[in-house]
């Protein structure tokens, strides 16, 4: 692993300086990267995922003990490094770099088991939904996010923080909060607390995946109204939408915040 001299050193010799636009909060602290590892539950039989991998920190705690690894780096001169890196820390290890944007990429070298990586704050979600749609080997991981996201990926039904993240990962399987993150475990220091959130996949679904969301957006759009009025829309009107909760078994005056992803797929499916 790298610590902070290391880290700093090699930023220095590559001439990077962290910018907010590609979301880069390097860890520069070896403590907080085993932490991850181990709450991420991954094992040597497990080929993991890092979305942007930086300068390899992470990337090293994950080789130690995952079988491999597959990195998706947006930005050339880390991409271009990082492979040194490893040969250098852990020369018996493989690494398979994919240079892309992870928001667009739609292939891999190598099927994940596992998704492990801290997300840039300001397409965390986005990323995490695009890459569970279309890798769907992927059954477990573990994300380190801004703090107020992690409470709204792992929100259970019922509270303010429950939304159209929380459903949309319940779609895929459980989530859980795994603890939080200090801002000194960064360089530089985020203006954020951050936070970690463990979830599963492989949940049995037969319902239409976009369907389902659809359903989701509209009710969170206007989350203060009843789902009467706030899937009107989607429905094609106030009473086709009550017809269709009526179907589904939910009282059209409930809200989005009140119902669990499985009524969700019972609204999309009553269509």
Do not use: C
């Amino acid at each position: 692993m790298l610590g902070a001299a290391e880290i700093r050193e090699l930023a220095g010799k590559l001439e990077i300086r962290p910018t907010k636009k590609l979301g880069q909060n390097f860890v520069i602290d070896p403590n907080t990267i085993h932490r991850i590892v181990t709450a991420s539950q991954i094992s040597a039989e497990d080929t993991v995922v890092e979305i942007g991998p930086g300068l390899g920190s992470l990337t090293l705690g994950l080789l130690e003990t995952a079988h491999q690894v597959v990195a998706v780096e947006v930005d050339p001169k880390l991409a271009a490094e990082l492979p040194a890196t490893v040969a250098r820390r852990l020369p018996e290890k493989k690494l398979e770099l994919v240079l892309a944007d992870a928001l667009q990429i739609k292939s891999l070298p190598l099927n994940p088991t596992a998704l492990v990586a801290n997300l840039p704050y300001n397409i965390s979600v986005p990323v995490l939904l695009h890459f569970l749609a279309s890798f769907p080997s992927i059954k477990k991981g573990l994300v380190m996010v801004q703090a107020e996201v992690a409470h709204r990926l792992a929100a259970q039904p019922g509270g303010k923080e429950y939304g159209s993240p929380s459903l949309k990962l319940a779609w895929y399987g459980p989530a859980r909060l795994a603890g939080n993150v200090g801002r000194n475990v960064f360089w530089p220091a985020p203006n954020v607390d951050s936070a970690l959130v463990y979830f599963e996949t492989g949940a049995e679904r037969t319902a239409d995946r976009k369907e389902v969301f659809a359903v989701i957006d509209a009710a969170f759009a206007q989350r203060r109204k009843t789902l009467r009025q706030a899937l009107s829309g989607w429905a094609g009107s106030a009473t086709k939408s009550e017809e269709i909760l009526v179907r589904a078994g939910i009282d059209p005056r409930t809200r989005g915040e009140e119902l669990r992803i499985d009524q969700f797929i019972a609204i999309a499916e009553a269509k």
